[in-house]
T-cell receptor, first 117, second 116 residues
């Protein structure tokens, strides 16, 4: 069965420090992978996605993620964190159906990021 | 207005009330979704509509009743809810291409529901 694991529930970093959020997935085929961010009281905003091609994906707000098939991972990185990056981050894998014509996103439990000044 | 909008943003209701959540997408998509986000639980997919037809109902209790009158609007009708139904309800939309392919889902800001 498809699943997504985000091993870190909470992470705290200092402003200006680098960041890596981990995501591991279980999926039988080539996955569609996503990172979303959710600020308090808000919906989910798409940061970046991987469908195919270059395994290093650039997103908004200076984020990037690297797809590593051998490790079943899609870790999110940012070289220098800003206080406004404090939020909850969700990794998701897209499960494609070959009948019914709709897709399904399977989300991880999320990683809450706190940024110290 | 662009993107996916949801109203109301906050809703407090008693267990005997009937209320409705509304979602509208301005992206020209043809698939819409309801998710439930509870504290300390992963997002749960509740319903999927594709081309205005319900294609998935994830064992959701009948006190939640979705309606999709057209490809731009999605409702979630609520009646006789329980306190454990308190959560953030998120709507999303996407463009379904063909079976076997997948498009990005775009989310609304959510409705924070509190059941007393």
């Amino acid at each position: 069965a498809q699943s997504v694991t985000q091993p870190d529930i909470h992470i705290t970093v200092s402003e200006g420090a680098s960041l890596e959020l981990r995501c591991n997935y279980s999926y039988g085929a080539t996955p569609y992978l996503f990172w979303y961010v959710q600020s308090p009281g808000q919906g989910l905003q798409l940061l970046l996605k991987y469908f195919s091609g270059d395994t290093l994906v650039q997103g908004i707000k200076g984020f990037e993620a690297e797809f590593k098939r051998s490790q079943s991972s899609f870790n999110l990185r940012k070289p220098s964190v800003h206080w406004s990056d404090a939020a909850e981050y969700f990794c998701a894998v897209g499960a494609v159906t070959f009948s019914g014509g709709y897709n399904k996103l399977i989300f991880g439990a999320g990683t809450r990021l706190a940024v110290h000044p | 207005e662009t993107g996916v909008t949801q109203t109301p943003r906050h809703l407090v209701m008693g267990m005997t009330n009937k209320k409705s959540l509304k979602c509208e997408q301005h992206l020209g998509h043809n698939a819409m979704y309801w998710y439930k986000q509870s504290a300390k639980k992963p997002l749960e997919l509740m319903f999927v509509y594709s081309l205005e037809e319900r294609v998935e109902n994830n064992s959701v209790p009948s006190r939640f009743s979705p309606e999709c009158p057209n490809s731009s609007h999605l409702f979630l009708h609520l009646h006789t809810l329980q306190p454990e139904d308190s959560a953030l309800y998120l709507c999303a939309s996407s463009q379904e291409i063909i079976a076997g392919e997948l498009d990005t889902q775009y989310f609304g800001p959510g409705t924070r529901l509190t059941v007393l």
